[in-house]
């Protein structure tokens, strides 16, 4: 059985930092593409972070724009486990993250860990 487990949020101020982790189990880790998604109230689910191990060249990182510079997505396939560094943090960013593994047609979701950015 597939199981996507974040943990790390909380709430932080402005500027602030957090770490999100997502700890993966019952699937081969290193097949997988693994995502960070976020889901604002009222908002769309929206991609944040994509990370891709290519074999031994390295990982392969993309962000999206409202993040790229503040947010950091890693992976340790040894752990079986991806995170999302956050830095600068702002309110508008504010939303459940989840963590997303996908490989092929085979795709797990977590379940979230809420961030909540406010003074």
């Known amino acids: 059985q597939v199981q996507l487990v974040e943990s790390g949020g909380g709430l932080v101020q402005p500027g602030g930092s957090l770490t999100l982790s997502c700890a993966a189990s019952g699937l081969t880790f290193s097949s997988y593409t693994m995502r960070w998604y976020r889901q604002a109230p009222g908002k769309e689910r929206e991609l944040v972070a994509t990370?891709?191990?290519?074999?031994?060249?390295?990982?392969?990182?993309s962000y999206a724009d409202s993040v790229r510079g503040r947010f950091t997505v890693s992976r340790d396939n040894a752990k079986n486990t991806v995170y999302l560094q956050m830095n600068n943090l702002k309110p508008e960013d504010t939303a459940v993250y989840y963590c997303?593994?996908?490989?092929?047609?085979?795709?797990?979701w977590g379940r979230g860990t809420q961030v909540t950015v406010s003074s």
């Open positions: 990370v891709t191990r290519l074999g031994n060249s390295g990982d392969i990182r």
């Open positions: 997303y593994a996908l490989t092929g047609p085979n795709s797990y």
